[in-house]
């Protein structure tokens, strides 16, 4: 829900703007511009701003995180490694929602869930020192019943589950699997009181059972919608993306 879309979303769409900032760096231009992607993604149904300020700078840039806050008329969603260096920079920027997430610099995406079963005091310094800045805390988190509870344990009121490798099943039975795992999850997270919202490898054509299941309250997309509208323009690919979430959930709820 925001000031642009003042009713209750039956299920809210995070875009995420990395992408956007890839192909401007890719030429070192000001072109395309990540916070005019950013507006223009609220204009067409866009409940929330996500972005990840890698630690190599790949995409989004310090300034993009800066210049975007203010003039957000949703909510900034901004992924963060656990390290020092992000959660000062987070400290002092005040988004809406921080996503601490897992980070390699060697690998092409975030590759999994952050381990917070492992990284346990480490990570729970983290949420405390952001929730001290009104800070509300998600963890990017694998669907697993030992993860959502350490998550509940520490105090993070929200937790993302990692949809890569139900988005990356190409075998029929292997994501249905993946799904039922998702599943479970969500129910573990839901009894545990959390917020559960997923991402990570959606497109036009997974998204719709994912975006079925009636406790996810948020989905986090980024790269499928930014390659999609080279095709169709950014606004129609957020707005269709919007719909076909909308629409999934609804046939759910009628069944
Ligand atoms: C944490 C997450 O899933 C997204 O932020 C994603 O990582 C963004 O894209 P890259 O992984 O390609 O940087
Ligand atoms: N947290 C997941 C996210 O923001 C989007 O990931 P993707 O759609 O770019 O894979």
Redesign the pocket.
């Known amino acids: 829900m925001s000031y642009l879309n003042p009713t209750p979303s039956i299920i809210d769409l995070?875009i995420?703007i990395?992408?956007v900032a890839t192909l401007r760096n890719a030429r070192g231009t000001t072109y395309p511009d990540p916070l005019r992607a950013a507006l223009e993604a609220e204009e067409a149904g866009a409940d929330a701003i996500?972005l990840?300020l890698r630690e190599d700078r790949r995409h989004i840039k310090d300034a993009d995180v800066e210049i975007i806050r203010p003039r957000l008329l949703t909510r900034m969603n901004l992924?963060a490694a656990v390290t020092s260096e992000m959660i000062d920079f987070a400290c002092k920027i005040k988004p809406q929602d921080v996503?601490l997430?897992p980070e390699r610099r060697e690998e092409i995406?975030?590759e999994g869930g952050l381990d917070v079963v492992k990284y346990f005091v480490q990570v729970q310094a983290a949420v405390k020192q952001l929730q001290e800045q009104g800070i509300r805390v998600s963890l990017?988190i694998d669907p697993e019943a030992d993860q959502i509870q350490a998550a509940a344990e520490m105090g993070a009121p929200v937790i993302?589950l990692?949809t890569?490798r139900y988005?990356e099943a190409h075998i029929e039975a292997e994501q249905r699997s993946e799904l039922e795992r998702i599943k479970c999850a969500v129910q573990e997270g839901v009894t545990r009181g959390l917020k559960v919202n997923a991402?990570?490898?959606?497109?036009y054509t997974n998204t719709q059972a994912i975006a079925a299941i009636p406790d996810i309250t948020e989905l986090?997309?980024?790269?499928?919608?930014v390659a999609h509208a080279v095709f169709v323009g950014w606004k129609n690919a957020v707005s269709e993306m919007k719909a076909l979430m909308v629409q999934a959930r609804q046939a759910h709820l009628a069944k």
């Open positions: 995070g995420n990395d992408h996500t990840h992924e996503c997430v995406t975030t990017f993302e990692h890569g988005a991402g990570h490898g959606l497109h986090n997309i980024g790269h499928a919608i």
